[in-house]
């Protein structure tokens, strides 16, 4: 069966320093990868998606970006993070046909 | 673009009431659509989903179903429980332009004993 893995489960990171989020999937191939920001009280906004390795699209512009430097790993990142950067971050796989699956969440908090 | 528009929450019921979250979509061709339901502190599972219209989809009590007429997939419960209290979401995926998944804002379901 397939699995995604996200870590950290939570962090707290001061203004201005890095960020690097990773999410890992087990048990398929060629997934369709998501980052999903969930600011506090407020609904779900895609940031980036990608459909193969090193293909990566951008949903908004912002302060992050996103890589795939292999086929099940995705990497969400910052060069300097800023307060309006904290949420909670989610990331998720699909197959071509089928619904989401996500993983349990980065809760990020800049100070 | 394509959206999901849910009603707002906070929803408080007393256990045993019927459950009532509207949901309606916009969106050209013909998307799947789905309930999603997130716990405290956890990312999102899927509650059902629906194909295509008239489909109903149904899990542990709640049902939805695609109304294309009406553009809606509400969703309902006979009789919650407290377990059920949750934050709900509505959302819909088509099968072009990167498989995206569009959530609507959530509504935030109270159950009291």
């Known amino acids: 069966s397939q699995t995604i893995h996200q870590w950290p489960a939570t962090l707290v990171q001061p203004v201005g320093s890095p960020l690097s989020l990773e999410c890992t999937v087990e048990?398929?191939?060629?997934?369709?990868l998501y980052w999903y920001r969930q600011a506090a009280g407020r609904g779900l906004q895609l940031l980036f998606y990608?459909?193969?390795?090193?293909?990566i699209s951008s949903e908004v512009p912002q302060n992050l970006s996103a890589s795939r430097p292999q086929d099940r790993q995705f990497i969400l990142s910052s060069k300097k993070l800023l307060l309006s950067d904290s949420g909670f971050y989610l990331c998720?796989?699909?197959?071509?046909?089928?619904?989401?699956?996500f993983g349990q969440g980065t809760r990020l908090t800049v100070v | 673009g394509d959206s999901v528009t849910q009603m707002e929450g906070p929803v408080t019921l007393s256990e045993e009431a019927f459950l009532t979250i509207n949901c309606t979509y916009t969106?050209?061709?013909?998307?799947?659509l789905f309930w999603y339901v997130q716990y405290p502190g956890e990312g999102l599972q899927l509650l059902l989903k629906?194909?295509?219209?008239?489909d109903k989809g149904s899990n542990k009590g709640f049902e939805a179903t695609y109304r294309k007429e009406t553009t809606s997939f509400h969703l309902e419960k006979g009789s919650v429980q407290v377990s059920d209290s949750a934050v709900y979401f509505c959302?819909?995926?088509?099968?072009?332009?990167?498989?995206?998944?569009?959530f609507g804002a959530g509504t935030r379901l109270f159950v009291k004993a």
């Open positions: 998720a796989w699909r197959a071509s046909s089928t619904e989401a699956f």
């Open positions: 990608s459909v193969g390795i090193g293909q």
């Open positions: 048990g398929t191939s060629n997934p369709n």
């Open positions: 969106a050209t061709g013909y998307p799947s």
């Open positions: 629906a194909t295509k219209a008239d």
């Open positions: 959302a819909l995926s088509k099968g072009t332009g990167g498989f995206k998944t569009i």
